[in-house]
């Protein structure tokens, strides 16, 4: 008896342990998850990578310079999963009504550090500014992104309409602050750069998004950006160089989201649908990167649905807050790609639009205006089958 | 360093000695509480000698995946204690247990405290005591768990192995049926690490500060507990502290836990389940990542198979168990949408274990864990098998 309780306990284990793969959770599929790095990074670039994704999810704490005003304590926190942010890392920019700048920069603007350290006091937005809010967007794709040539998007640009098609997308533009280095085919217009990061486009690059990211979201000071959030002083770099540049490489090496389904007959209707009824028109399907040193970033084509340009999005979602030259009312167009995976770093949820007003597919669609005013009246039109189309469509995205 | 010689010492003098025996304190004959455990560890003490010492080892490997992303094989040896205790007479005894954390990672004093006897309700302790917070942080030794890892409840949202430095009173009564026990203890408490630290959520262990106060209020941690023989022994332990006063507000922690543990079938079956809740007053404008309440449980079940001898060991023992446990770092709702903050581990450990003899254990686990983020966001899957082996030495 003993004998054979010892055998089957023997017998047991050596089944648990040929069996040890099977009974370990497998991995998700590449196409259902926004993070992990583009093709055909060096041994050295996946080290740089590695380096940028551990700070990216370092928790600044008073200690190591949080604060002492700020937003948030990592970067991991506004972009988990490097996916879209939820309601509560929406962060508040104020300030800024028109072209003619912000009279707050300076002086605690133009984002609102609503948050502090116990012992001290967050700002509160002053008495008649105007503001708005903003979602933290996804991380994924940005590399390309970055790479697409200020020629491409003058390309597509049409300030004034002259096609007549009711859609008048144009670039922001941006005085740089000194550590933002120009690209070559910089197409600068009296002094002033093409930006295209943000919401507003008011960011010229990942690296001049970083640094004021660090500065303006963590109140973490760098050699870039020397001045506290809360003294408006400068003081010591809380931040290295190297791990400024680090986390920018780990932001440009981010793989492009995957599209899923892509060749479902419903979803290959639904893109008909998105082009059928303008979408497109700002949702840019495809765009195209200028050379990189990176081989999997350069000269590539891809599809991000976005055109990188600013477009005057109607009443309704105009706060009364602008960055650069924008207009309130204008918006950068916000790549779809990644869209359908939203809900994995949002909470189970989709918080959409610039501030995560819009909580399904529909309700976004719904909430354009301006030059997304005939698409939306369109999109209304459509019968049941195609508008599930399109939401297909934009869902496997 | 000072430590290892003066071990290394005493297990030298024993084996010059030339005798041991088994140490136990205790009256065998009443029912024992969770508290007095660290009274009735084995341990070895010479014919001439004053002390007694002893201790237990903790060795496991571990093999597991998350979300597909193999961590391999690795081994760990999370504890080596020694304990060192003396009688200096019959009212005043020290108790002392000292421990290599995480390999050679860390060497920590987890208690040292003397204890004057005037009665059974009625006895002083005093120096690095054991703070009397759920039942699992006074009985913590690897060897009297089936299970490889060490319950999360206990070491996630209580901060065990848990001591401060303090004073207090401890008292039982019992009889061969009935055995009712008090602690109250003032320590040293938290500070704000609690709130301010690299895990990004509210942690009582980011907070501990042993060795001194730092803001001049002490910590106050009481325990009732109550075993019946057939019903086993329940534990009710609470304590609270101020733990900062940067903004001119006295913010407080407070921590209540739990307890129930008891056999069944002639000791063939046994449970033994914490729940506790920690609240902690949090500044309404800092990050709602550091939770205001948290919460956690976990529940034993393990029961004898076969006992019998088998080769050298006349009392070995097959058990098989589960454990199940949870984890709630973030009890609170976003502020933004209203929506419950998740931040929760769910796990569920079924084991075998082999006892060769009481005092050690080879234990073999499959963990299932699933981790929730703050949002709630789709959770991170983790299956490990572990092996481990504790004893007592």
């Known amino acids: ?397 | 360093m000072k430590y290892i010689i003066a071990i290394n010492m005493a297990f030298l003098c024993i084996s010059l000695n030339g005798q041991t025996n088994f140490h136990n304190s205790g009256d065998t004959s009443m029912l024992l509480l969770n508290s007095d455990a660290m009274y009735h560890r084995p341990g070895i003490s010479g014919k001439n000698l004053l002390f007694t010492v002893g201790g237990y080892i903790d060795v496991n490997s571990y093999y597991g995946a998350t979300n597909g992303s193999m961590t391999g094989f690795s081994f760990e040896m999370p504890d080596l204690a020694f304990f060192l205790s003396s009688n200096l007479n019959k009212h005043i005894s020290f108790l002392s247990e000292a421990a290599f954390e995480s390999g050679a990672e860390k060497f920590k004093l987890r208690m040292a405290a003397v204890d004057i006897k005037f009665n059974k309700l009625f006895n002083i302790r005093t120096g690095l005591i054991l703070n009397p917070i759920g039942a699992f942080n006074q009985n913590h030794d690897g060897p009297n768990y089936e299970f490889v890892d060490r319950p999360m409840v206990s070491t996630e949202i209580l901060p065990s192995v848990f001591s401060n430095v303090g004073a207090g009173l401890h008292g039982k009564i019992a009889n061969d049926k009935w055995a009712a026990g008090y602690e109250a203890y003032l320590t040293n408490g938290f500070n704000d690490k609690i709130i301010d630290n690299e895990l990004d959520r509210t942690s009582l262990r980011s907070g501990v500060s042993s060795y001194q106060n730092t803001n001049g209020k002490p910590m106050f941690t009481g325990k009732l507990a109550l075993r019946n023989k057939t019903a086993g022994e329940i534990g009710i332990s609470y304590m609270r502290c101020i733990y900062s006063e940067l903004d001119a507000a006295q913010r407080s922690v407070s921590a209540m836990a739990i307890d129930y543990s008891n056999t069944f079938l002639a000791k063939r079956l046994s449970i033994r389940a914490e729940l506790a809740s920690v609240h902690v007053d949090v500044p309404d404008t800092y990050l709602q990542t550091y939770a205001g309440q948290q919460m956690g449980a976990f529940v034993d079940v393990v029961g004898t198979v076969l006992e019998r001898p088998i080769w050298h060991w006349d009392h070995a023992k097959f058990n098989i168990g589960v454990r199940l446990e949870y984890v709630d770092y973030n009890q609170g709702s976003f502020t933004e949408t209203g929506g419950n903050i998740f931040h929760e581990i769910r796990s569920i450990v079924p084991g075998i274990s082999f006892r060769p003899t009481p005092s050690t254990v080879l234990r073999l686990n499959y963990r299932y864990q699933q981790n929730v983020d703050f949002l709630g966001n789709t959770p991170t899957k983790t299956g490990a098998i572990q092996v481990g082996l504790s004893t007592y030495f």
């Not at chain 1, 869209?339 to 994995?344: K, Y």
């Open chain 1, 1 to 397: 008896m003993v004998r054979l309780t010892v055998f089957w306990a023997l017998a047991l284990v050596l089944c648990l342990f040929s069996a040890c793969e099977n009974m370990l959770p497998s991995s998700v599929p590449g196409d259902q998850t926004l993070d992990g790095t583009i093709d055909g990074l060096t041994d050295g670039q996946m080290k740089q990578f590695e380096r940028g994704d551990e700070a990216f999810r370092e928790v600044f704490v008073a200690e190591t310079g949080l604060g002492p005003v700020f937003v948030t304590g990592s970067c991991i926190s506004c972009h988990a999963g490097d996916g879209k942010g939820h309601p509560f890392t929406t962060l508040t920019r104020f300030g800024q009504a028109d072209e003619n700048g912000n009279p707050y920069v300076g002086k605690g603007g133009p984002q609102l550090q609503n948050r502090s350290l116990p012992g001290y006091t967050p700002e509160v937005i002053p008495i008649g500014a105007p503001f708005a809010k903003f979602t933290p967007p996804a991380n994924t794709g940005l590399g390309f992104l970055e790479l697409v040539s200020d020629a491409d998007l003058l390309a597509m640009s049409d300030p004034d309409d002259s096609n007549q098609d009711g859609i008048s997308g144009r670039p922001n533009y941006a005085h740089l602050p000194d550590y933002v280095v120009k690209s070559a085919d910089a197409i600068p217009l009296n002094g002033k750069y093409i930006t295209r990061f943000g919401k507003k486009a008011a960011a010229y690059n990942l690296f001049h998004q970083t640094v004021n990211a660090y500065n303006q979201d963590m109140g973490i000071t760098s050699e870039f950006e020397p001045i506290d959030a809360y003294t408006l002083k400068p003081i010591d770099p809380e931040v290295s160089v190297n791990t400024v540049n680090d986390v920018v490489f780990y932001l440009q090496s981010l793989k492009a989201p995957i599209q899923r389904n892509a060749s479902d007959a419903t979803v290959q209707k639904g893109l008909t649908v998105f082009k059928n009824i303008g979408c497109e028109n700002c949702h840019k399907e495809t765009l195209k990167t200028k050379h990189s040193l990176i081989p999997a970033l350069s000269e590539q084509t891809f599809h991000a649905y976005t055109d990188l340009l600013l477009h005057d999005m109607g009443s309704g979602l105009d706060d009364g807050y602008t960055e650069g030259i924008a207009k309130s009312s204008e918006w950068r167009t916000p790549p779809l790609w990644g869209l359908g995976l939203s809900p994995e770093s949002q909470g189970g949820a989709y918080y959409l639009m610039h501030d995560g007003r819009a909580t399904s597919l529909e309700a976004a669609i719904l909430l354009h205006g301006g030059e997304g005013e005939q698409s939306k009246t369109n999109y209304q039109s459509l019968s049941a089958t195609d508008k599930e189309a399109l939401i297909s469509f934009l869902n496997s995205l």
